[in-house]
């Protein structure tokens, strides 16, 4: 069967195709399969490599500064703290805020108080000017559209390109809209695409500052700064370097944890922000809490006291999860490297493999795969109100499954494929 040319193929050759890929499907459909492709999160054997945090402070409960982590207190976080996410982000720790266990949580913190509170004092809120929007590179990462969603801020999507988001597009609306308060960004493998934003995109972004509307701020989740897959990984120039060139501190708010370093629930996550911005959202910060769980801080610290020990356990990360991805990628060669009936990239690092269908065959590709028991997640979640104009992306996330279970539920996926996109030539 030669898929290459579905657009040229006559109904009888699709029907034919159909026939086939039908009765495929059903003999797998039969196998009663529970395959999960869904969230990225990390693997049990992931989990752990990072045990040793249990019982690693044997009673020494002593910050560097001599806090008793045990008692209330350090809305910044202790200064070992503030120096693991410097150097998971390559930033001074003067400029870090530690928080608790998810930089989600941070990210919310922050988009709330720019909205409600203004983080350059009330009179900078967002909210006085009524309607605000957001620019939404797409696709994107779901739960940052859901914080949107949460605060009634619209979101505009802007797309992605093998560089990062259309800076034209993105220069262009900042300039026209004013009510355009800032975009998200997940500058280095990226949430789903994989793609490393370019040196010129982190210039441009750090320029928006100049361009936009009063109180922009760009949120730079930072979640893969680290998670390398290859062995000269892409380096991400530094955007808070490249925002004091040109004045503009102030518009950018970096986040970053541990989720996918350490334990994903149990880790510690990280603003990097100007003094400013620290200040607005630490007003904010202490009316919600006394202070963050500075123990697992130093737990955290002790067990990667610097940036080479980071680096090597995430080569542990990689080994692991390098054969899942390969596995992802092989049988995405093998099926599709000679037709148009998908489009993807090898990610060099994160936790997403992202698959763009024929226009409108990702509901169906989804629907199908799920009837045949492997889980994807749903059709457009990877677009601001769930919505893919074109019903294109998939997003896949390898990580949890073992790499047999990955072989088996790409095999599902690929029949999956060309069984909608068939099915809608055949309607075309
Ligand atoms: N940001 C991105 C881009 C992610 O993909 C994820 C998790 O999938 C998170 C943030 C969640 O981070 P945390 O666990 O620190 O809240």
Redesign the pocket.
């Known amino acids: 069967m030669q898929l290459d040319q579905l657009d040229q193929a006559t109904p009888e050759q699709l029907k034919q195709w159909e026939a086939e890929l039908a009765n495929e499907y059903q003999t797998i459909v039969e196998q009663k399969l529970s395959l999960d492709l869904t969230r ?1 999160k990390p693997s049990p054997e992931q989990l752990n490599l990072s045990d040793a945090l249990d019982g690693i402070l044997k009673g020494d409960y002593r910050a560097q500064d001599g806090t008793d982590t045990r008692n209330y207190g350090g809305l910044d976080g202790v200064p070992e703290g503030k120096q693991l996410g410097a150097n998971l982000m390559g930033v001074s720790p003067d400029n870090v805020l530690v928080g608790g266990n ?4 941070l990210m919310f913190q922050v988009m709330l108080t720019a909205h409600q509170f203004g983080l350059a004092g009330p009179e900078s809120a967002w909210k006085n000017e009524g309607e605000v929007k957001f620019l939404c590179p797409v696709p994107g ?1 779901d739960r940052h559209h859901t914080v949107c969603e949460q605060l009634g801020i619209e979101m505009i999507p802007v797309p992605m390109t093998e560089n990062g988001p259309d800076m034209d597009k993105v220069e262009d609306l900042v300039k026209q809209d004013s009510k355009i308060k800032g975009i998200w960004c ?1 500058p280095k493998y990226s ?1 789903p695409t994989g793609v490393v934003y370019s040196d010129d995109t982190v210039k441009r972004i750090a320029g928006l500052g100049k361009i936009a509307g009063a109180n922009f701020r760009v949120f730079w ?1 930072n ?1 893969y700064a680290v998670h390398d897959l290859v062995d000269n990984p892409p380096e991400l120039a530094c955007v808070m370097s490249a925002c004091e060139r040109q004045g503009t501190e102030d518009s950018v708010i970096q986040f970053a ?1 541990t ?1 996918k370093i350490t334990h ?1 629930g149990a880790g510690v ?1 990280f603003v990097n922000a100007s003094a400013a911005n620290l200040k607005g959202f630490k007003q904010f910060l202490g009316s919600c809490t006394i202070g963050p769980d500075k123990v697992n801080q130093i737990r955290h610290s002790r067990f990667l006291p610097d940036r080479d020990a980071l680096l090597q356990h995430m080569e542990g990360h990689a080994k692991l999860l390098k054969p899942r991805f390969a596995a992802v990628l092989d049988a995405l060669d093998q099926a599709f490297s000679d037709n148009d009936l998908g489009h993807w990239q090898a990610p060099k690092g994160g936790y997403f493999v992202s698959f763009d269908t024929r226009p409108g065959c990702a509901r169906e590709t989804v629907r199908l795969a799920s009837e045949a028991g492997v889980k994807l997640t749903p059709a457009g979640a990877t677009f601001p109100y769930g919505k893919d104009p074109e019903d294109r992306n998939i997003r896949i996330a390898p990580s949890v499954p073992s790499v047999s279970e990955v072989k088996g539920a790409m095999q599902v996926f690929v029949i999956c494929v060309k069984l909608a996109s068939v099915r809608a030539q055949l309607k075309a």
Do not use: I, P, Q, R
């Open positions: 990225g998810s930089s989600l949580t990462y997940v949430n989740d979640a944890s989720s994903a996550a």
